[in-house]
């Protein structure tokens, strides 16, 4: 066997060892799905559609609202066309997260994305099952920017705290190659 042949064989096995190391991250998004459809559940079971339950007196309530649009309630004008459109897209999305997961060679990145699939697969089973995303967590914001933070999910946050690491992991890689 030559070199050639040799690096090529080191390759395709280590390679696969990621794949296969890689598979395990998707407990990560399972979890996620589990706590978001079990939350989602709760709330719809619990309080009824518009009703607010309020935590605390300003910054944290809880309500039962129904979101046919994206993030911040963006939206193509109709529910019908938002759900064609957020179907496709989602699924899109579920499909390069998995590839993405499969292929990372990063921990902090795989861990992100399997947050993002997480929340991502989350919000597409209430797409598919009901034509909207039940959202139900209420926060306040400082009133210079908005009244109120739209009202959000698990599944929701959970993008959210994946977004964060990764921008910061680029943050703080950047800087540590820069130093170096």
């Known amino acids: 066997m030559n070199h050639i042949e040799e690096n090529t064989i080191q390759e395709t096995t280590r390679d696969a060892r990621i794949v296969v190391g890689n598979i395990t991250f998707f407990w990560i998004s399972f979890f996620i799905i589990f706590l978001d459809q079990l ?3 709760l709330v719809r079971a619990n309080i009824s559609y518009g009703d607010i339950i309020k935590l605390t007196p300003k910054f944290f309530w809880l309500t039962h609202v129904r979101n ?28 390069l997260l998995v590839y993405l997961i499969l292929s990372s060679r990063n921990k902090v990145d795989t861990i992100a994305y ?26 306040d914001f400082p009133d210079f920017i908005m009244n109120r933070w ?16 990764l921008i910061i992991f680029s943050v703080f890689s950047n800087k540590a190659k820069e130093s170096a």
């Open 114 to 139: 399997s947050l993002i699939l997480g929340g991502a697969v989350g919000n597409l089973i209430d797409r598919i099952i009901y034509g909207y995303v039940t959202d139900f967590i209420w926060t």
């Open 150 to 165: 739209p009202v959000f999910n698990i599944a929701d946050s959970s993008i959210v705290v994946a977004i964060c690491l």
């Open 68 to 95: 046919t649009g994206a993030a911040f309630s963006f939206s193509f004008g109709s529910a019908e066309l938002n759900r064609i459109i957020f179907l496709i897209v989602s699924s899109l999305a579920s499909l």
């Open 39 to 41: 939350t989602k559940y």
